[in-house]
T-cell receptor, first 113, second 110 residues
């Protein structure tokens, strides 16, 4: 079955540590997105990538980094520069240029301890 | 910045009643979409309405689009307890950025 997989489901980070959230899709989609969601809030765009080896900053990119070395994978690193990283992180993918529905992973809940 | 603004922020209704959620945009609406999110889960696509469409139906869902008012509404008819979730509108902006509204939290009481 095609889909988009995020791992881990829960992640705990000590202050000052970098952590990487995984997002993998086998839908052959070109575009991938990372969002942050705080409790009771909407989704805010962190980074997005339309094609391999290219990505753009979203609305809240500070303190985050991404890479897009493979079409299937779009990992997100939460760096120590992100002052308030505790949140729910969602990854999504869409076919390139289609402006149609996005497919979402089940999310990673990151907590700073 | 989020393109969409939704209201109400929260809605509580009895099972069997209809639920209406609204979404307004500051920029031009292209392919407007609605998504549902169960608590602590990913989003699931519900319906897409194109800029040249005024109304679209899918089961108990009805979406309308008013490009002159830059707004859309989602109607869920004969609601069920299982419809309890958050509902978001979304739109592709400049550079194919997919941006979401703040969402409406719907609670259907049985």
């Amino acid at each position: 079955d095609g889909g988009i997989t995020q791992s881990p489901k829960y992640l705990f980070r000590k202050e000052g540590q970098n952590v990487t959230l995984s997002c993998e899709q086998n839908l052959n989609h070109d575009a991938m997105y990372w969002y942050r969601q705080d409790p009771g809030q909407g989704l805010r765009l962190i980074y997005y990538s339309q094609i391999v080896n290219d990505f753009q900053k979203g609305d809240i990119a500070e303190g985050y980094s991404v890479s897009r070395e493979k079409k299937e994978s779009f990992p997100l690193t939460v760096t120590s520069a992100q002052k308030n990283p505790t949140a729910f992180y969602l990854c999504a993918s869409t076919p390139q240029g289609s402006r149609t529905e996005a497919f979402f992973g089940q999310g990673t809940r990151l907590t700073v301890v | 910045s989020q393109q969409g603004e939704e209201d109400p922020q929260a809605l509580s209704i009895q099972e069997g009643e209809n639920a209406t959620m609204n979404c307004s945009y500051k920029t031009s609406i292209n392919n407007l979409q609605w998504y549902r999110q169960n608590s602590g889960r990913g989003l699931v696509h519900l319906i897409l309405i194109r800029s040249n469409e005024r109304e679209k139906h899918s089961g108990r869902l009805r979406v309308t689009l008013d490009t002159s008012k830059k707004s859309s509404s989602l109607l869920i008819t004969a609601s069920r307890a299982a419809d309890t979730a958050s509902y978001f509108c979304a739109e592709y902006g400049v550079g194919n950025k997919l941006v979401f509204g703040a969402g409406t939290i719907l609670r259907v009481k049985s």
